[in-house]
């Protein structure tokens, strides 16, 4: 069973706009989420995150949003920039647990045109 | 300060052989992480250690097997290979297993399995 989801496999974005990625999770459990950014070759790289106690956490062009009651959280980039071509993967933890784990989504391939 | 390494880079092995992949974390971390990442889907938790003992574990058999050194290398070893092993692992060290110390990826090791 699929505890992070990302329904949307691509996003295909003109540069300057806003890039909206979207997830969903099913584990009430879960009170720490995250984004990774990975490029072709190279490892995910942490992006930004958010506790549960928030609903919004921004950093620059980057915002995620939380919406606990609908266990969904969204990630704006704005504006969008070619560099920021990449897979995105949404990620959760649960500080219940004695480690942490992160459970991943499928992740999204956000595609930016010049 | 260096990123975190993993060797080798790309890996071809056979059904039924054992494999040892390496991951030299960053100076300083004492938890590790392991996943790995099937085609088209996100990374998945193997295994965690913490100051050279495994701290929880995903879902994955016991012939999944990891070791870590106390100079910030450690092993993931998979015995028995079976076709499904066939993915991208990928390491991830901390400076602590607690929630809210990020995690630092490597670049991965290819494994394919024939």
């Known amino acids: 069973d699929q505890q992070v989801k990302q329904n949307s496999p691509s996003l295909s974005v003109q540069e300057g706009r806003i890039s909206i990625l979207n997830c969903d999770y099913t584990?009430?459990?879960?009170?720490?989420f995250l984004w990774y950014k990975k490029y072709p070759a190279e490892g995910p790289t942490f992006l930004i995150s958010?506790?549960?106690?928030?609903d919004k956490n921004e950093d620059g062009r980057f915002t995620v949003f939380l919406n606990k009651s609908a266990k969904h959280l969204s990630l704006h980039i704005v504006p969008s920039q070619p560099g920021d071509s990449a897979v995105y993967f949404c990620?959760?933890?649960?500080?219940?647990?004695?480690?942490?784990?992160?459970?991943f989504g499928k992740g999204t391939l956000l595609t930016v045109n010049p | 300060e260096t990123g975190v390494t993993q060797s080798p880079t790309h890996l071809i092995k056979t059904r039924g052989q054992q494999v040892t992949l390496r991951c030299s974390s960053q100076?300083?971390?004492?938890?590790v992480s392991w996943y790995q990442q099937a085609l088209g889907q996100g990374p998945q938790f193997i295994f965690q250690?913490?100051?050279?003992?495994?701290?929880g574990r995903g879902n994955f058999p016991p012939r999944f097997s990891g070791l870590q050194f106390p100079n910030y290398s450690s092993e993931l070893n998979v015995n028995a290979l079976e076709l499904d092993d066939s993915a991208l692992y990928l390491c991830?060290?901390?400076?602590?297993?607690?929630?809210?110390?990020?995690?630092?990826f490597g670049p991965g090791t290819r494994l394919t399995v024939l």
């Open positions: 250690y913490y100051r050279e003992e495994e701290n």
């Open positions: 100076s300083g971390h004492n938890t």
């Open positions: 958010i506790s549960s106690i928030k």
């Open positions: 990620a959760a933890s649960d500080s219940g647990g004695s480690n942490y784990k992160l459970t």
């Open positions: 584990n009430s459990m879960f009170d720490y």
């Open positions: 991830a060290s901390s400076q602590d297993a607690g929630q809210n110390n990020e995690q630092f």
